[in-house]
């Protein structure tokens, strides 16, 4: 189809593979004379954004003509076609672009003022978009009719078993006979818990996010692959990172305990029947958390292991806190207790897998950017954020996105971008990352003067992957690099209808991204938190000390179930966030102050009073 200038499309549901089977035919097809252009569609991507996309890698051929080098032919990879929003008449601006391609060859140069139209030469077109509905549109049949439709299904089970099982097998095959010869069971026993919670666990309105495909399957091998051969020695270690690696990609998602008992269950059926192990064998503590951050940053060997003395790894990442501090200007004050270190854990395991990405979802106050800066510290990573000031636009937006973007890509520093929901003054800042996350590349950003840095570091690339020297390789070969370097950690609130939209508008922040969600803090929390803010204050409570934050914490878990009875009955929200405790906790300490203040006046205006008296007294004797 290629060789004749056919255009495919690839319909079919997301999670089936078709991306990366377009991938892989191209690349099995591909010779000197195609180079693919990929380019990810969203709820906000623009017509005019698409065609900078595209004539940014064209070069002009002669007058009104214009292509790839000579000889060479492009190949335009567009994913998720179907995801542009309709206009107020029902068109959809960048498939109306690439239509207007496929009928007339060109299109119009927006760059002049006579907007001459332009013929672009040598491009093909495959094209992959899933089911309509959920934000997906129908696209027009003046459109569908310039292609050739190959449809894809879900994959069988038989399918899933042989790739997940050769790619297992390949990594543990080296382990201890009992370990490698679990694989078959492992396989089958993750195909019935990831069918098991496509059924029970499906999206609602407060769910949104609860859509499951083969990228989240695929994300526990991957975790299962991280172990090593020496912490994992027995099918017992092995069950316990594949239950954990279980809770991380499914569990951190769910919203409520119930769901969580639902995938708990679901994992542990498969280990009584396939394995043999029951709850007791497999967890040694409440709770099963991997990490590699026990050596030290400065560590070469740090294997991914379970870390059975959790008291021992909340001083250890004390002892982190405690080094960012001592070589940071803005140093954090952080009561580290069991919940906020498995934070941590989390998210230092999502930033150690390559093309990392998170999605912390929670209220404000709830520490995801203070746990999020620790973790890239802890990870040895440079980390990057943008301060939103009064005046702040998009200009600077693009400006603050390329300089990350250029220090992961030419500078090659390992780099975790923490952008917060807060900071989000366009939609399109959302489009842009939506482009990172995909592809690592957004439409017109780079300038001239960026250019030659850029194709200095391609050129080595290429160079030293002898792969032919050109345009389009050695800018590509710069995006692997942005791609290997950067992760995005994206801080977001669930709380109102605007998130659920941009979730259904840019589907790769769930698809892309390791979500976890920070729920409310337990009771231990609470305590530890209380303890450590009025330790810090010095209030001299005494023997009060510990009944005085046993009282703060009833008040908080009491209206936090009041505002949920609120909800049922009146269908009204009251949030109580964790900020609304260390609001709490400072009004306590302000108003004891205060009232210590105005008494400590009275008292010595009473001494005071009581010895002029005897003064008075004296001299009349």
């Avoid at 078709?18 to 017509?47: H, R």
């Avoid at 399957?217 to 912490?231: P, Y």
């Avoid at 609001?583 to 005071?608: F, H, Q, T």
Wanted: hydrophobic letters at 35%; aromatic letters at 8%.
């Amino acid at each position: 189809m290629i060789s004749n200038n056919k255009h495919i499309l690839a319909p079919g549901p997301t999670g089936t593979g078709k991306t990366i089977n377009i991938f892989n035919m191209l690349n099995s097809q591909m010779s000197e004379d195609f180079q693919t252009i990929p380019i990810t569609f969203s709820a906000q991507t623009s017509a005019r954004g698409t065609q900078e996309a595209l004539d940014g890698k064209l070069e002009k051929r002669r007058k009104g003509v214009a292509g790839p080098p000579p000889g060479k032919k492009y190949i335009v990879f567009v994913d998720d076609l179907n995801m542009p929003k309709k206009e107020e008449y029902g068109a959809q601006p960048p498939l109306e672009l690439i239509r207007q391609w496929m009928d007339h060859v060109g299109w119009y140069d927006l760059h002049t003022k006579e907007k001459t139209f332009i013929k672009k030469e040598d491009l093909v077109f495959i094209s992959a978009m899933g089911p309509p509905g959920g934000g997906r549109a129908t696209i027009t049949q003046r459109l569908q009719r310039h292609f050739n439709i190959i449809t894809y299904t879900n994959l069988g089970r038989d399918s899933i078993e042989m790739i997940f099982s050769k790619i297992v097998n390949k990594f543990l095959g080296s382990f201890q006979e009992e370990v490698s010869a679990s694989v078959q069971k492992l396989v089958d026993s993750t195909q019935i818990v990831y069918q098991g919670v496509q059924t029970a666990l499906r999206p609602t309105p407060n769910k949104s996010h609860y859509t499951f495909n083969l990228r989240d399957m695929s994300k526990i091998f991957q975790g299962v692959c991280a172990a090593h051969n020496k912490t994992v020695t027995t099918k017992v270690d092995l069950l316990r990172l594949w239950v954990h690696e279980n809770q991380r990609v499914f569990g951190d998602r769910m919203i409520s305990d119930s769901d969580k008992d639902t995938l708990l269950q679901l994992v542990l059926t498969q280990c009584e029947q396939n394995f043999s192990l029951s709850k007791d064998e497999i967890f040694e503590n409440e709770r099963i958390i991997f990490g590699d951050f026990f050596y030290g940053i400065d560590a070469e060997n740090r294997p991914y292991q379970n870390i059975t003395d959790l008291t021992k790894m909340v001083k250890k990442i004390e002892e982190y806190l405690d080094d960012y501090n001592s070589g940071s200007k803005h140093q954090m004050k952080l009561v580290m207790f069991l919940d906020a270190c498995d934070h941590v854990a989390r998210i230092c395991r999502v930033l150690r897998q390559p093309q990392g990405n998170a999605l912390l979802l929670g209220v404000g106050g709830s520490g995801r950017q203070s746990l999020s800066k620790l973790s890239t510290y802890m990870n040895s990573y440079k980390l990057y954020q943008i301060e939103v000031i009064k005046g702040y636009q998009m200009r600077d937006w693009k400006d603050n996105l390329k300089t990350v973007l250029m220090q992961a890509g030419v500078d090659g520093k390992p780099t975790a971008f923490l952008f917060v929901d807060t900071q989000i003054i366009n939609e399109q800042m959302l489009e842009d990352i939506n482009n990172v996350l995909n592809s690592g590349d957004v439409p017109a950003l780079y300038k001239v003067e960026d250019m030659e840095a850029i194709t200095l570091v391609g050129k080595n690339e290429c160079t030293r992957r002898n792969i032919t020297l050109n345009k389009m390789n050695m800018f590509q070969a710069y995006l692997n690099r942005v791609k290997s370097n950067i992760h995005l950690v994206l801080a977001m609130s669930p709380l109102s209808d605007v998130f659920r939209a941009r979730l259904v508008k840019f589907p790769s922040l769930v698809n892309c991204c390791t979500i976890d969600w920070f729920t409310n803090w337990p009771s231990e929390a609470l305590i530890n938190v209380g303890k450590g803010s009025l330790l810090d204050a010095d209030l001299n409570l005494g023997v009060d000390e510990d009944a005085c934050i046993e009282t703060f914490r009833v008040i908080h878990q009491s209206v936090e179930a009041k505002s949920e009875e609120f909800k049922d009955q009146l269908r009204r929200i009251n949030y109580v966030t964790p900020t609304s405790f260390l609001e709490l906790l400072a009004m306590y300490k302000k108003i004891l102050s205060d009232k210590r203040n105005e008494v400590g006046k009275a008292r010595r205006r009473l001494v005071r009073g009581l010895e002029v008296l005897d003064e008075a007294a004296t001299e009349v004797d």
